[in-house]
C-alpha cells in the first residue's frame, strides 16, 4: 500500500499590514501579486509515488519590493519540473533564484530586495528539507514537535528581532548563499508545517502543536489562521500544512 500527502494552504495579508509579501507554492500553485482570486485554504492530496514540492516564501517586509522577490522565487518553484537528484535540484532553484532576484533588482534599479524560501520536497518515503532565512518547518507527530529547518539569524541586541543572515537576493560578489539541505524519512500519520514568521511570531510552539493534529489538515489550517490574528496578525501570515497518509487501493469492478 502507498502513500499520498494531504495539503491545506492558506495566505493571509493579516491585520497590520497593508501588503502582502508572502508567497508559496503549493502543488504548482502561487499567489499573484496584486489579483489574487484563490478561495483558502487550497486543499488536496497527491500520491506520494510522484515528486511533490510546496514552499514558503516571505519577501523582506523592510527592503524595497519585497512582495516581487517572493513572487519571482515561488513562480520558479512553481514551473520547476522537479525530479531525479532532489538535494542538488533544490540547490539549483537556490542559486537560480538568487540571481533571478538579483538581475531584478538591478533592472529597476532597487538597492536591495529579497526574500526567505522554505521548501519541502516529498519523493517516496523521502523528504527534503531545504531553507535560507527564519521560515520555518516543523514535523508533527502526536504530542511532539520538531523544527527540522534552520533559522538563518544574525546576532543582535537583546529583545530586538534578529536580522537575516541568509536569504535569496544577495549579489554573489557580496556573499555566497548556503542554503540548509537535508534528506530525512518520512512516515504515515507525521505532520508536516512550513510557514512565515506571521504564524511563528503570534503562537508558541506548543500551541502550533496543539492546532496542527486537530482533525482535517484543512480545519486545522483555518484555525491556525485565525488564531495567529486573535494573537495580533501583525506580519503576512503564510502556512502549508501537510499530512503523511495510507493511499488506499482503488479496485475496478467489470
Not at 15 to 34: A, F
Not at 154 to 181: D, M, N, T
Request: glycine content about 8%; proline content about 3%; some cysteine.
Amino acid at each position: 500500500m502507498g502513500t499520498k500527502i494531504a495539503y491545506a494552504c492558506v495566505c493571509h495579508v493579516g491585520r497590520i499590514r497593508k501588503m502582502n509579501q508572502d508567497n508559496y507554492t503549493c502543488e504548482r500553485m502561487y499567489r499573484y501579486n496584486g489579483k489574487d482570486t484563490k478561495v483558502y485554504p487550497l486543499t488536496g492530496e497527491v500520491s506520494a509515488r510522484k515528486c511533490s514540492v510546496f514552499g514558503v516564501f516571505d519577501g523582506l517586509g523592510g527592503e524595497q519590493r519585497g512582495e516581487e522577490s517572493s513572487f519571482l522565487a515561488a513562480k520558479r518553484a512553481s514551473h520547476t519540473e522537479w525530479k531525479g537528484n532532489l538535494k542538488t535540484q533544490l540547490y539549483d532553484f537556490c542559486i537560480a533564484a538568487n540571481e533571478e532576484i538579483c538581475d531584478f533588482a538591478k533592472k529597476e534599479q532597487l538597492q536591495s530586495t529579497g526574500t526567505t524560501v522554505a521548501m519541502l520536497a516529498f519523493q517516496g518515503d523521502r523528504l527534503y528539507v531545504c531553507n535560507l532565512g527564519d521560515s520555518r518547518i516543523f514535523r508533527i507527530s502526536g504530542q511532539s514537535i520538531e523544527q527540522i529547518s534552520k533559522d538563518h539569524v544574525a546576532p543582535c541586541a537583546h529583545g530586538r528581532k534578529p536580522p537575516l543572515s541568509q536569504c535569496l537576493g544577495i549579489p554573489k560578489e557580496e556573499f555566497v548563499i548556503e542554503p540548509y539541505i537535508v534528506k530525512l524519512r518520512c512516515k504515515v500519520g507525521e505532520r508536516y508545517l512550513i510557514c512565515s514568521d506571521g504564524v511563528t511570531d503570534m503562537l508558541s510552539e506548543p500551541e502550533i502543536q496543539a492546532i496542527a493534529v486537530e482533525k482535517s489538515v484543512k480545519k486545522a489550517s483555518r484555525k491556525m489562521l485565525k488564531q495567529a490574528l486573535a494573537k495580533g496578525g501583525r506580519d503576512n501570515t503564510t502556512l502549508i500544512l501537510l499530512e503523511i497518509k495510507k493511499d488506499k487501493p482503488r479496485f475496478l469492478f467489470f
